[in-house]
């Protein structure tokens, strides 16, 4: 936990904004759909977005997460001391970008830029926006685990599982996913330009191709069974999901190898992103044979039984979210291409 004295600012706003780069107050433009808008101004971008944030607060509950705007209200209530552990330093990296804050890790200090503060503080604490920012961060948990299932997946057959529990519509969600994008460091967005087909991709995939050529040999696989209300918890998860194999590991690595929660949840996350990804038994077991070697003998035939499980009962990338063992069980049905080095 660093400690940060808090520093006001009497710049303005603009100049707080106008430390971007041009190319990316333009690309935040555009993201907000307001490229022609911008254009026809004759401003600057730093001086565009101002004026026109300024008149739309609301579009600030798109920019930002619940646990960003959380934290950005934090900082704007304290004077003097802000208590920062890592997830708090990285999500100020966002409230930078936007002109709000400048974080000095060699200093140890936050400046607040007043302006701000002064246009946005009450917008941000009224009960509409509220609402909505709970809203918006429950469908954020849904997009990442539904990626966490699929890896790879049509923008419309995501827009279906999450319309079935909120009220949401197509344009509206499309703008919310282009807008919050460039902040998010979890998903990427495709166009097939043969049918003008959108995807939504993990960065955990690797190899997005042989994903591709998987499917396009099993057409006729549908994509597994998944609700919105899963989805939002699995998010909340890191993806780290109640799957055979899975929870037991992680609870092994609380109690027996590791004792702390991040190093646990980092083991077994990296183990998910090899199974998910396709890699064989033998390339996982050469992958994490350094690992292995901190383990004792009883301890390695513990993990090694929680991998095993983990290859059969994980949702696989190739398949659209189903299991390996759903392949085992219907191999005259479903054929695999396995990811990882071939020989």
């Known amino acids: 936990m660093e400690q940060l004295t808090r520093i006001s600012s009497d710049r303005s706003w603009e100049k707080m904004l106008d430390q971007n780069s041009q190319k990316s107050l333009a690309m935040l433009c555009e993201r907000l759909g307001l490229l022609d808008q911008w254009k026809e101004s004759m401003m600057e971008p730093a001086k565009f977005l101002e004026n026109y944030l300024a008149d739309k607060p609301e579009l600030l509950i798109i920019l930002l997460s619940e ?5 950005l209200l934090l ?14 330093r990285v999500r ?3 409230l930078e970008f936007l002109g709000f804050i400048r974080y000095d890790h060699g200093a140890e200090t936050v400046t607040v830029n007043e302006e701000a503060k002064h246009n946005f503080y009450f917008s941000l604490k009224s009960r509409m926006l509220l609402k909505r920012k709970t809203k918006y961060q429950e469908i954020e948990y849904a997009v990442k685990g539904i990626l966490y299932v699929y890896g790879i997946v049509e923008l419309s057959e995501m827009y279906d599982i999450i ?7 197509y344009s509206e969600f499309w703008n919310f996913l282009i807008a919050r994008m460039d902040l998010w460091s979890f998903l990427g967005i495709l166009k097939n330009t ?7 991709i993990s960065y955990e995939v690797r ?7 998987s499917r396009m040999r099993n057409d006729f696989i549908d994509y597994a069974e998944l609700s919105a209300e899963d989805a939002i918890i699995l998010g909340k998860m890191n993806g780290i999901g109640s799957w055979k194999g899975t929870q037991q590991l992680l609870a092994y690595g609380l109690d027996a190898l590791y004792g702390e929660v991040m190093p646990a949840t980092v083991f077994v996350k990296t183990l998910l992103v090899y199974v998910q990804n396709g890699d064989s038994l033998e390339e996982i077991r ?3 044979d350094t690992k292995m070697n901190d383990f004792s003998e009883e301890e390695q035939d513990y ?3 929680c991998i095993e499980d983990m290859y059969w009962y994980t949702p696989m990338y190739h398949l659209k979210g189903h299991y390996r063992y759903e392949l085992e069980q219907e191999q005259h049905s479903f054929s695999v291409i396995e990811g990882g080095r071939k020989e």
């Open 67 to 71: 646990p960003d705007i959380d934290l």
């Open 75 to 88: 900082i704007w209530d304290t004077h003097k001391k802000i208590e920062a552990d890592y997830s708090s």
């Open 92 to 94: 100020m990296k966002s």
């Open 163 to 169: 319309s079935k529990e909120y009220f949401i519509s």
């Open 194 to 200: 043969k049918d003008s087909t959108f995807y939504a």
């Open 207 to 213: 190899e997005r191709n042989k994903v591709f050529e």
């Open 286 to 288: 050469e992958k994490t």
């Open 303 to 305: 993990v090694w039984n």
